[in-house]
Nanobody, 126 residues
Framework: QVQLVESGGGLVQPGGSLRLSCAASGRTFSAYAMGWFRQAPGKEREFVAGISRSGVSTYYADSVKGRFTISRDNTKNTVYLQMNSLKPEDTAAYFC???????????????????WGQGTQVTVSS
C-alpha cells in the first residue's frame, strides 16, 4: 500500500505559478513511477505529467508542455509539479498517482495506476 497526499493548490491569477507536492508513505517510494492528473468539473480525468521511478524520464501532455515541470525527490518521498504561466483552462482538481514500474518507464494512462491521492484544487482566475 502507498498513501499519497497532495498539497499546494490554491487560487492564482492567470500567468501566475504554483508548485504542487505529493507526499508518499508506505512502501519504497523509489519503486514507483508517478503521475499527475487533473479533472475539471464535468470533464474526464486527464493525464498531465509523468515521471519514472528514477526521475530520469518524464512525459507531458501537450497542453502543459513548456509550462509545467514534474520532478521527484526520492529521499523525501515526494513528487512535485511546478506550474508556470497558468491559464484559466488549467483550473481543475489535481491528483497524483503511483504504480510500480521498471526503472525508466513513464506511465500515462489512468487505468494503469494503482494508488491515488485525494486531490488538491487549482483555480486560475483574475
Amino acid at each position: 500500500q502507498v498513501q499519497l497526499v497532495e498539497s499546494g493548490g490554491g487560487l492564482v491569477q492567470p500567468g501566475g505559478s504554483l508548485r504542487l507536492s505529493c507526499a508518499a508513505s508506505g512502501r519504497t517510494f523509489s519503486a514507483y513511477a508517478m503521475g499527475w492528473f487533473r479533472q475539471a468539473p464535468g470533464k474526464e480525468r486527464e493525464f498531465v505529467a509523468g515521471i519514472s521511478r528514477s526521475g530520469v524520464s518524464t512525459y507531458y501532455a501537450d497542453s502543459v508542455k513548456g509550462r509545467f515541470t514534474i520532478s521527484r525527490d526520492n529521499t523525501k518521498n515526494t513528487v512535485y509539479l511546478q506550474m508556470n504561466s497558468l491559464k484559466p483552462e488549467d483550473t481543475a482538481a489535481y491528483f497524483c498517482a503511483a504504480v510500480q514500474r521498471s526503472y525508466r518507464v513513464v506511465v500515462t494512462t489512468i487505468k494503469e495506476y494503482d494508488y491515488w491521492g485525494q486531490g488538491t484544487q487549482v483555480t486560475v482566475s483574475s
